[in-house]
């Protein structure tokens, strides 16, 4: 049972408009919420988080939102760049256990077109 | 890159046979994980270790060991080789995911493994 989804597998946008991805979770104890970009042949890398208790944080041309109501996260690019096409995976952290482990998302594929 | 080396980066072997995947750090962080990555399934963590000799089980941790005898070394050894482990693994560190804060991971380059 998937604890983390990210329903669309994936998502093309023009370049300059507005890529939103988006995350579902069930378990209401997590406590922070990360992306995280891919590029073929390469490790994740970290993107941007938020905290449980927040509602937005943002950090250039990247936001994303938490409702913790409906249990969904969304990561906006604005403007969306041919640069940012790849896997894009949103994890949540447990709040329990020594190693608070991340729970991924399957990820969605992003592909901006110039 | 953040000093983690994954090695090999990529593998072919045999159903049936051993094979112990190498991560190295040079960050002197506490704690290491292995994941594997398949697609619909995204990252799915494997072991993970929070210090020297101390090491716990993932999500999908049956048919995978790990050793840590140095901080900067983490092995994933495959007893015996599997199709359905065949898949792209990822090593990843953390400086000290305890206490308040996101827990943000630092991933290597990943392994490839294929089992035929």
């Known amino acids: 049972d998937q604890q983390v989804k990210q329903n669309s597998p994936s998502l093309s946008v023009q370049e300059g408009r507005i890529s939103i991805l988006n995350c579902d979770y069930t378990n209401s104890m997590f406590d922070y919420f990360l992306w995280y970009k891919k590029y073929p042949a390469e490790g994740p890398t970290f993107l941007i988080s938020i905290s449980s208790i927040k509602d937005k944080n943002e950090d250039g041309r990247f936001t994303v939102f938490l409702n913790k109501s409906a249990k969904h996260l969304s990561l906006h690019i604005v403007p969306s760049q041919p640069g940012d096409s790849a896997v894009y995976f949103c994890?949540?952290?447990?709040?329990?256990?020594?190693?608070?482990?991340?729970?991924f998302g399957s990820g969605t594929q992003l592909t901006v077109l110039p | 890159d953040a000093g983690i080396t994954q090695s090999p980066r990529h593998k072919v072997t045999e159903t049936g046979t051993p094979v112990t995947l190498r991560c190295h750090q040079t960050e002197n962080h506490r704690y290491m994980y292995w994941y594997r990555q398949d697609p619909g399934h995204g990252l799915r963590l494997i072991h993970y270790?929070?210090?020297?000799?101390?090491?716990d089980k993932g999500e999908v941790s049956d048919g995978y060991s790990v050793s840590r005898s140095k901080t900067e070394d983490f092995l994933l050894t495959l007893e015996s080789a599997t199709s359905s482990q065949t898949s792209v693994y990822f090593c990843a560190i953390s400086l000290s995911p305890t206490g308040a804060g996101a827990n943000v991971l630092t991933f290597g380059a990943g392994s490839r493994l294929t089992v035929l």
């Open positions: 270790s929070y210090g020297v000799k101390d090491t």
């Open positions: 994890a949540a952290v447990s709040p329990s256990g020594s190693a608070r482990q991340l729970t």
